[in-house]
């Protein structure tokens, strides 16, 4: 029996099996958008702080829902070669066995296997890649051209979370830099050019996010990533000279920390990570808030 992939039509995406992470772009983006500190509680900087969270979600979060998320080829790999071909007229002027008639069979098959496998098992998923790339496009447009240079960067992200996905490694750093680091360098370019600091701590922040995903998975290495990431933003947050904003995330990152010794008495490492977010989403609120 064949495995449909799921279509996603553009909505906005809860994510509700894993909790917090349907928020954690437009979160990024709105902690993007105050460490900017270009951004104003007026009409035209909240109808450009809606398009942003459009792209960041709509667009770039439903391509790698489905781009990444979704294992095509297994998926579509029982269908080929295709049931029967397609039954379309012989070209005319052509002998069995020609190379023309050859390419018209090949045709053929494709055409059956786009009508039997594909279109029925993918076809939905198609039409949401083709709305999220339109979205995409138009919605760029209507935002500064510095944000168009992100799009590069989503496209390289496809492509390298893809080639993971294909080799039976789960792509989470890349889901990480997705959800969290495009989301927040684009709330800060569409309302400032782009400063170090605020890079620095985006860059943290995806460090941290990652090796959340990894501890809900029970993966090794996620604690140092977890609390290394926010470490180094406590780092970034003295050196601009924000001491008591530093020691805030300080404590926010302890408060994570007194969570972590359950996973030695065997606690569930879903559990740790769905009670880390609080914390973690605070902590990225106080550092955009600490950015001079």
């Known amino acids: 029996m064949e495995t449909l992939i799921p279509g996603r039509l553009i909505?906005?995406?809860?994510?509700?099996?894993?909790?917090?992470?349907g928020l954690?772009?437009?979160?990024a983006v709105l902690c993007g958008a105050l460490a900017s500190h270009g951004f104003r509680w007026n009409g035209e900087d909240l109808l450009a702080l809606a398009l942003v969270l459009l792209l960041v979600d709509l667009g770039w979060g439903n391509l790698w829902d489905l781009m990444v998320g979704i294992d095509w080829f297994s998926a579509l790999r029982g269908g080929w070669p295709p049931r029967r071909p397609a039954s379309t007229p012989r070209l005319p002027y052509t002998q069995p066995d020609?190379?023309?008639?050859?390419?018209?069979?090949?045709i053929n098959h494709l055409a059956g296997w786009w009508r039997d496998t594909f279109w029925p098992t993918a076809g939905a998923a198609l039409l949401g890649v083709l709305v999220a790339v339109l979205l995409t496009v138009v919605i760029s447009f209507?935002?500064?051209?510095?944000?168009?240079?992100l799009n590069?960067?989503?496209?390289a992200l496809l492509g390298l979370g893809?080639?993971?996905?294909?080799?039976?490694r789960g792509p989470l750093a890349g889901e990480a830099f997705a959800q969290v680091g495009?989301?927040?360098?684009?709330?800060?370019?569409?309302?400032a050019g782009m400063a170090l600091p605020s890079f620095l701590v985006a860059l943290g922040f995806?460090?941290?996010?990652?090796?959340s995903l990894r501890l809900a998975q029970g993966r090794s290495g996620a604690l140092a990533l977890l609390d290394g990431g926010q470490a180094a933003v406590v780092v970034v947050l003295v050196a601009v000279r924000q001491p008591l904003l530093a020691g805030a995330v300080g404590a926010l990152i302890l408060g994570q920390v007194a969570l972590q010794p359950a996973l030695h008495h065997g606690a569930d490492p879903a559990g740790v990570f769905r009670r880390t977010w609080p914390w973690l989403m605070t902590a990225m609120l106080v550092a955009a808030l600490a950015l001079p």
């Open 11 to 21: 909505w906005l995406q809860g994510r509700l099996a894993r909790p917090y992470w």
């Open 24 to 27: 954690l772009s437009i979160w």
């Open 98 to 106: 020609s190379p023309a008639w050859r390419v018209w069979r090949r």
């Open 142 to 149: 209507l935002l500064p051209a510095s944000l168009r240079r």
């Open 152 to 155: 590069a960067a989503v496209v």
């Open 162 to 168: 893809a080639v993971q996905r294909r080799w039976g």
């Open 182 to 191: 495009l989301g927040w360098l684009a709330g800060h370019l569409a309302f």
């Open 206 to 211: 995806v460090i941290a996010i990652w090796g």
